[in-house]
């Protein structure tokens, strides 16, 4: 009887280890969740989407990390990463045509540019401060001219959500910026550019 048991909880643990094992990736792949920020639900509703939270992954002597835009801009651990969305849950996107080993050297060159930046509440489109697609993006297209997902205008959104009329209320009052350039993480998640690497 103790074998048996002991076989099922060494089963357990290697099934258990399985899925904490971080994903294969790569420099340059992109990343998805759902924070448990105090905006993610309205950002989900807004774009209809699962996911709210997005970053690049960088390798750094040796270990991936997700360069995003958090308070401030600054690499995050994966795996930490990982941990900090809804239920653990992620998707690896990457492009079909990966970038080779010049361009990743110029993603982490503008990644550079970035780097300590002041995280966007309002989500404008300058590089005063920065937002999480918007970092992904103006990465892509800076260093590559490669433009993933479609830029949008802010009204383009599901702003009747009671959840997203109360966030825009928090951040803009009366005044909301209708026509300012967005690119949400539904939009480059969706991207055609881009394939599914990994989920977890």
């Known amino acids: 009887m103790m074998p048996a048991l002991v076989l099922a ?3 357990t643990l290697s099934a258990a280890c399985a899925r904490a094992a971080p994903p294969p990736v790569r420099d340059g792949d992109l990343i998805f969740h759902a ?9 989900q509703r807004a774009t209809g ?6 970053g690049v992954v960088l390798h750094r002597d040796g270990r991936p990390y997700v360069f995003e835009a958090v308070e401030p801009v600054r690499y995050t651990p994966l795996a930490d990463w990982i941990a900090r969305g809804q239920g ?11 970038p080779d080993a010049k361009q990743v050297q110029r993603l982490r060159a503008q990644a550079e540019l970035l780097r300590g930046k002041h995280y966007d509440l309002g989500f404008g489109w300058s590089d ?3 937002y999480c697609s918007e970092l992904a993006y103006k990465l892509y297209d800076r260093a590559m001219g490669v433009r993933i997902g479609r830029l949008q205008r802010l009204r383009e959104f599901d702003l009747d959500d009671p959840a997203v009329k109360a966030k825009l209320r928090e951040r803009y ?4 910026p209708l026509d300012e ?7 480059m998640f969706d991207s055609p550019l881009l394939e599914t690497a990994a989920s977890g």
């Open 49 to 54: 989407s699962r996911y709210s939270h997005m």
């Open 35 to 43: 924070s448990r920020s105090a905006q993610s639900l309205a950002i």
């Open 88 to 98: 653990g849950h992620y998707v690896v996107k990457r492009l079909r045509a990966p």
């Open 181 to 187: 350039p967005v690119i949400s993480p539904a939009a």
């Open 173 to 176: 009052g009366a005044r909301v």
């Open 128 to 130: 005063e401060r920065i």
């Open 9 to 11: 909880a060494l089963l």
